[in-house]
C-alpha cells in the first residue's frame, strides 16, 4: 500500500484513540517511529488564508501529537478517514485510479474527515520533495491542509461481514486469475490475503504500520487489515498495473483489478475507522463521497 494512504489511515486510527482516550501514549509505536513516517522530513498541518491576492499557509500542528491535541481543543468528536476520487473536469478521460496510484498525490484523495458540532474538517495530505540530497534520505515535505465545511457528516456504518466477504472473494478470484496466466510472483500476495483472514496472528512479525498495540482493534479488524496489506498490489513498474494481455483475457484482467482494489479500498476504510470502544466499523463509502468532496479541487 502506498504510504499516503496508509499515513491517513494510522492518522485516522490513532486520532480516534487520543481523542477517546486523551491518552498521548495511544501513538507512542506509530509517531515517529512507524513506516508510514519514513523518509518523511516533516509532517504539518496547516491551514490557508486569503488577503486580496495573497495566500498563506498558516501552520497549525507541527507533528501528528501535536495535531491531536488540536483536534481535541477544537472540539472534533470523531475522525473518518474517506477513499475519495479525484476531482475531473468535464470531458475529462483519466486512466483508472488502480493505474495511478503510485504516483504522488495520485490516483485518489485519501481523506480525513473531523467532525464536531458545527459542521466537519476534511484533512488532505500534499506530498513533496524537499532537500532529494539528503543523507538521512528523508526527503519527503508532507502537509495537511484543512478544507472547513458546514456540512454535518453523513456517514452510516457498513456491514463488516459483508466487506470482509467482498474482500475475500476479490481475494479468491484475483488469485484464481494469477494462477491461470502463471503470475508466480503475484498469485502468492493474494493467498496470503486469503490466509489472514483466518489467521490468528494476521501480521507478519515484522510488521511496523498503521495498525498498533496501543490500539486494541479486535482480530477480526487484524485479520482485515492483513489481507488488505498482503493483496495489495498496486503502484508502478513492476508492479501488478504492468500486467496486459489482449483480448478477453485482458477484459477479464480489467474486471478483476478493479473488483479487487475497490475491494481492497473498502476494506481499508473499514479498518481504518473502526470504532475501538465498540469494536465495529463506522465506515461508508458510496457515491456521495464522490459528490461531496470531488468540487473541492
Sequence with gaps: MQTAISQAIGLTLHGNAFLETGAIDSCKHFWPGSNEFKFCEFI???????????????????DPPSWFKY????????????????????????PPARMLVGFTNSGGRWLIEATHPGGTDYWE?????????????????????RLPSERKSTFQPDDPQIVRERLQNSLHAIHGFAEKHGLDNFAPCFERGVQALGASTPLPATYSGA???????????????????????????????????????????E??????????LQAAALVANWNMRQGKSVSKLGDWAARLIGRRD
Design 125 to 145: 495530505g500534499k506530498w513533496r520533495i524537499g532537500d532529494d540530497k539528503r543523507e538521512d534520505r528523508n526527503i519527503w515535505q508532507v502537509f495537511y491542509f
Design 71 to 94: 483536534l481535541q481543543k477544537r472540539g472534533i468528536e470523531r475522525l473518518n478517514f474517506i477513499p475519495a476520487p479525484m476531482a475531473m473536469k468535464p470531458g475529462q478521460n483519466a
Design 255 to 264: 474486471a478483476v483489478s478493479e473488483e479487487h482494489y475497490q475491494a481492497l
Design 211 to 253: 495498525v498498533t498495540p496501543e490500539l486494541n482493534l479486535s482480530l477480526q479488524a487484524l485479520q482485515v487489515w492483513g489481507a488488505v496489506m498482503a493483496g495489495w498490489v498496486f503502484g508502478t513498474m513492476g508492479s501488478w498495473n504492468d500486467v496486459s494481455f489482449s483480448g478477453t483475457d485482458q477484459e477479464e484482467y
Design 44 to 62: 504539518r498541518f496547516v491551514d490557508i488564508s486569503q488577503e486580496g491576492q495573497d495566500i498563506s499557509d498558516n501552520l497549525l500542528a507541527a
